[in-house]
Nanobody, 115 residues
Framework: QVQLVESGGGLVQAGGSLRLSCAAS????????MGWYRQAPGKQRELVAD???????NYGDSVQGRFTISRDIAKDTVYLQMNSLKPEDTAVYYC?????????WGQGTQVTVSS
C-alpha cells in the first residue's frame, strides 16, 4: 500500500508557472511507475506525465515541452513543474502510483489558469 498527498495547486494567470508535489508514504523507488493525471470538468482523466522506477519519463502530447516531471528519491516525492500554463490546463491534478496488482491515487489538487 501507499498513501499519496498532492500539494502545490492554485490559481495562476496564463503564461505562469506552478510546481506540484506528490509525497508518498513509502519509498518511491519501490513503485513501478509514478505519474500525474488530470481531469477537467466533463472530460476523462488523462495522463500528464509519468516516471518509471528506472527514471524513464513519458509526457502527454498537450504538455510536451511545457511540463517536467522529476523526483527526489530521498524525500519520496515526485514533482510536476508546469510552465507556460494555458487556460486549458485547468483541471484537478492527481498523483498515481502503480504497484503490482493495484494502482493508488491521491486526493487531487486543483489547478486553475485564468486568461
Amino acid at each position: 500500500q501507499v498513501q499519496l498527498v498532492e500539494s502545490g495547486g492554485g490559481l495562476v494567470q496564463a503564461g505562469g508557472s506552478l510546481r506540484l508535489s506528490c509525497a508518498a508514504s513509502r519509498s518511491i523507488f519501490s513503485i513501478n511507475v509514478m505519474g500525474w493525471y488530470r481531469q477537467a470538468p466533463g472530460k476523462q482523466r488523462e495522463l500528464v506525465a509519468d516516471i518509471s522506477r528506472t527514471g524513464t519519463k513519458n509526457y502527454g502530447d498537450s504538455v510536451q515541452g511545457r511540463f517536467t516531471i522529476s523526483r527526489d528519491i530521498a524525500k519520496d516525492t515526485v514533482y510536476l513543474q508546469m510552465n507556460s500554463l494555458k487556460p486549458e490546463d485547468t483541471a484537478v491534478y492527481y498523483c498515481k502510483a502503480d504497484l503490482p496488482g493495484y494502482n493508488y491515487w491521491g486526493q487531487g489538487t486543483q489547478v486553475t489558469v485564468s486568461s
